[in-house]
């Protein structure tokens, strides 16, 4: 088995390309290890001294270290962790991951089936593609509340994404978006 990486614009968080499908659907995000019971894979990572967060993708896996720990040293101990789950046979997750995304409620039932199908089809991607997700939780009063997952918790430029990319999105593209907000 031949593993791929690739570096994300946070410098604590690595992502691992397997070539092969990690989550049918959805996403799974253990940012720290209490829940990482739900998911062998995520139980042998953690089972790597200074792993720190967890998160699964469709068909990649991006893992944050703490800050003073060496990818160098690391990434071989990750690479064995992720060998060994692939050869085991066991699932990534013992249960189908939840919705991604939050319902909207009936008020505002329209814009809410916007500001989704925007980040869904336009954000996600783009989002996905540096080893994360966003998760949309909400809109109130103008309001957006978005969580940033895997690679973009806790990056140095998730600030940015959120408001001059994401927020400057969904105000173009939906009247009603005053602005973006993070929700930890």
């Keep these: 088995m031949f593993i791929q990486t690739e570096e994300t614009p946070n410098p604590a968080t690595l992502k691992f390309l397997p070539g092969s499908e990690v989550l049918g659907t959805g996403t799974a995000d253990f940012p720290n290890r209490d829940g990482a019971d739900k998911s062998p894979l995520a139980q042998r990572l953690f089972g790597v001294a ?3 967060a967890v998160f699964l993708g469709g ?8 800050p003073d720990a060496d990818w160098q040293v690391l990434k071989p101990a990750v690479l064995g962790a992720i060998m060994e789950h692939f050869t085991s ?5 013992r249960e ?3 919705p991604v995304h939050a319902a909207g409620d009936g008020e505002n039932e329209e814009v809410v089936s916007q500001i989704v199908e925007l980040l869904d089809t336009r954000v996600r991607p783009a989002v996905a593609m540096d080893g994360g997700d ?3 939780h909400g ?9 940033m997952q895997g690679a973009c918790a806790g990056c140095p430029s998730s600030t940015a994404t959120l408001k001059m990319g994401i927020e400057n999105l969904l105000r173009h593209y939906v009247p009603e978006v005053d602005e973006v907000q993070a929700v930890s």
Excluded: C, H, M
């Design 96 to 98: 189908a991951a939840g």
């Design 134 to 136: 966003i998760v949309f």
């Design 89 to 93: 046979g066991d699932p990534a997750l």
């Design 59 to 66: 068909d990649f896996i991006t893992v944050t270290k703490s």
């Design 139 to 147: 809109f109130e009063d103008g309001v957006v509340f978005l969580t």
């Design 50 to 52: 200074e792993v720190t």
